[in-house]
């Protein structure tokens, strides 16, 4: 399975990001996986943004569930993260996850977002 992160690399203060995980050799609706968004802004460690679930469900981290919204298109297999009213402090390299219940996880390469004006 591959993951492939696509998106702007620079958005500007209070807009919204949108970034797109195409997934190739594998289904996003295969049973137990869970296809998730992290980030890891300069010099600070990864956090865990919020997943869609092969059953299409959606949870988020509470401390960005206000402006996070995770959504999937099957026919092109494929999830999308999009994050409002963006800070500076949103600045971090984004990566898609898709973590496997008693199965493989597999990692995207990240993509870089800096929010700046």
Same mark, same amino acid.
């Given at each position: *399975?591959?993951?492939?992160?696509?998106?702007? $690399?620079?958005?500007?203060?209070?807009?919204?990001?949108?970034?797109?995980?195409?997934?190739?050799?594998?289904?996003?609706?295969?049973?137990?996986?869970?296809?998730?968004?992290?980030?890891?802004?300069? $010099?600070?460690?990864?956090?865990?943004? $919020?997943?869609?679930?092969?059953? $299409?469900?959606?949870?988020?981290?509470?401390?960005?569930?206000?402006?996070?919204?995770?959504?999937? /298109?099957?026919?092109?297999?494929?999830?999308?993260?999009?994050?409002?009213?963006?800070?500076?402090? /949103?600045?971090? %390299?984004?990566?898609? %996850?898709?973590?496997? *219940?008693?199965?493989? /996880?597999?990692?995207?390469?990240?993509?870089? %977002?800096?929010? @700046? @004006?």
């Amino acid at each position: *399975v591959q993951l492939q992160e696509s998106g702007p $690399g620079l958005v500007k203060p209070s807009q919204t990001l949108s970034l797109t995980c195409t997934v190739s050799g594998g289904s996003i609706t295969t049973n137990y996986y869970y296809w998730s968004w992290i980030r890891q802004p300069p $010099g600070k460690g990864l956090e865990w943004i $919020g997943y869609i679930a092969y059953s $299409g469900s959606t949870y988020y981290s509470p401390s960005l569930k206000s402006r996070t919204s995770i959504s999937r /298109d099957t026919s092109k297999n494929q999830f999308t993260l999009q994050m409002n009213s963006l800070k500076p402090e /949103d600045s971090a %390299v984004y990566y898609c %996850v898709a973590y496997g *219940v008693g199965s493989e /996880d597999y990692l995207g390469r990240g993509t870089q %977002v800096t929010v @700046s @004006s």
